[in-house]
């Protein structure tokens, strides 16, 4: 190719992707390589009604506006039973379910890291990181980022406003592309000015004024978290608008990719089958599905795992919502997942069975849940996923 057609062949491919770094593009992907994407739901998202333990009484004392009834071929909000313990959120029916039929979904509950802060930050650092809560020492080294490094001919793209902690440290340059959208108040003023004039001149105006400045403040003080806890990730509906062109990025270019999900933080009314638990659910189901689709026949070359920073609290709050916990349930995703099945350690869901009376124990830990499925997808040697996750024991749970 002449200087000339080559110059104008790269400024259209930077117009066609302007947020892409050109060093991005100079590793050729293999055909034959797998493809494996990292979904990290910020904010902590309530497992307990994804993955529902509706054999469980305990479940359905614990949560009475929150649980989703037993399995019933009549109501079509009931649980979708998997097995004979665990069931689906249904609002999942149309997207997550149908790939588990062709048993292409695999789900770990009570997985986790060993972080007990339950902070949102410390807890993502330290997922991220993929070291130890103990001994972590490099905190600008993230574990995609060391495994990234064990496959030079391996692309590697994150799919978010700034570049992740999970992809720092590589010593190689890894494009990021935001998909971030924009964020919505759940109050404003005039909302706000309609309620306080609604008690104006009455004697509950005092009450009223006080009430509102209250829940006002509340929902600040909350809305402040959630972003915080979000980090800049975009909420599921976004995600669910972008898997189509991320597929078509991963599909033609990379194999190693990561995005992030906010929104997942629901202390207060936080719902079942509708709601922003429900939403978000919806979104990311019908995302991850339009992922698949997009993909094609590589959809079968393809693993998707989901995790967050934790789980929440077993029995719902005062408010209807749930607080932060700790073990939760990552998804694994893919045409040739070994799915249709409840994988890892797991344990009776009753009172005697929760961490600190107060959420689900962490039985299956990360490091050595994703040491053990990246064993199998790359052939990785004992060494090199001792590079990635130091002082893991990584458990081949026969994922894919």
């Known amino acids: 190719m002449k200087r000339r057609e080559f110059l104008l062949a790269a400024a259209t491919a930077a117009v ?97 890291t060993d972080d007990m802060s339950r902070s949102h930050f410390e807890t993502q650092d330290n997922i991220e990181s993929g070291e130890s809560t103990e001994q972590r020492s490099n905190f600008r080294s993230g574990f995609m980022a060391r495994l990234s490094g064990q496959m ?34 759940v109050y404003d003023e005039r909302q706000a000015g309609i309620l306080a004039g609604m008690y104006r001149n009455t004697t509950l105006a005092s009450a009223a004024a006080d009430g509102l400045e209250l829940r006002q403040t509340v929902s600040k003080e909350l809305q402040d978290e959630m972003m915080k806890a979000n980090r800049g990730a975009p909420n599921a509906k976004s995600f669910a608008d972008e898997t189509q062109r991320i597929a078509t990025m991963m599909r033609d270019q990379y194999r190693l990719g990561f995005v ?28 991850i599905a339009a992922y698949a689709d997009a ?23 005062g408010n209807k919502g749930t607080d932060h916990g700790h073990g939760t349930v990552y998804w694994v995703l893919g045409g040739k997942v070994n799915g249709g099945r409840i994988a890892g350690q797991q344990v009776a869901v009753n009172p005697q069975s929760l961490l600190q009376n107060r959420d689900y124990p962490v039985l299956n830990n990360y490091r050595d849940v994703l040491g053990g499925l990246m064993g199998r997808m790359w052939g990785l040697s004992g060494s090199q996923l001792q590079s990635v996750f130091p002082g893991a024991r990584p458990r081949d749970l026969q994922l894919v």
């Open 152 to 185: 030079s001919t391996v692309p590697s793209i994150a799919f978010t406003d700034a570049l992740p902690l999970s992809f720092q440290g590589s010593g190689r340059d890894i494009p990021n592309i935001s998909l971030r959208g924009n964020t919505k108040p």
């Open 295 to 317: 993909l094609g026949d590589e959809w079968n070359n393809t693993v998707v795992v989901v995790v967050s920073e934790f789980g929440r609290t077993f029995r719902e709050n």
């Open 16 to 112: 066609a992707a302007p947020a892409l770094s050109f060093s991005g593009k100079l590793f050729a992907a293999p055909a034959s390589s797998p493809r494996f994407l990292l979904v990290f739901l910020r904010g902590g998202y309530d497992s307990n009604n994804l993955l529902v333990p509706y054999s469980s009484d305990f479940y359905y004392e614990s949560r009475p506006t929150l649980a989703i009834a037993k399995p019933d071929p009549y109501n079509a909000n009931s649980t979708i039973g998997l097995d004979g313990n665990w069931g689906l959120n249904p609002v999942l029916r149309d997207s997550i379910y149908p790939l588990w039929q062709k048993r292409q979904v695999a789900f770990v509950p009570f997985a986790g």
């Open 260 to 287: 992030d999900v906010g929104g997942w933080d629901t202390h207060v009314n936080q719902g079942n089958v509708t709601g922003q638990l429900a939403n978000n659910l919806s979104n990311l189901g019908k995302g």
